[in-house]
């Protein structure tokens, strides 16, 4: 389901500001974190390169 899906947001410059944070390197949000306003706002970014993923195992264990 969405719940173990993610959006992998590259910056295409390190410090790029969208959707009320700094973007820097690679990042993983949660679909499940994020509205899907929020998501279009990402998705229209042309700074962003924004694709839909599995959430990396590693962000989980990272976060319990």
Same mark, same amino acid.
């Given at each position: 389901?969405?719940?173990?899906?993610?959006?992998?947001?590259?910056?295409?410059?390190?410090?790029?500001? +969208?959707?009320?944070? =700094?973007?820097?390197?690679?990042?993983? !949000?949660?679909?499940? /974190?994020?509205?899907?306003?929020? +998501?279009?706002?990402? =998705?229209?970014?042309?700074?962003?390169? !924004?694709?839909?993923? /599995?959430?990396?195992?590693?962000?989980?264990?990272?976060?319990?």
């Amino acid at each position: 389901g969405s719940a173990d899906r993610s959006l992998r947001i590259v910056a295409k410059r390190d410090g790029f500001r +969208r959707a009320g944070r =700094e973007w820097i390197g690679t990042t993983f !949000v949660k679909l499940s /974190d994020i509205s899907p306003e929020v +998501r279009e706002q990402l =998705e229209a970014e042309t700074m962003l390169i !924004v694709d839909e993923v /599995d959430t990396p195992k590693a962000e989980e264990s990272a976060k319990a």
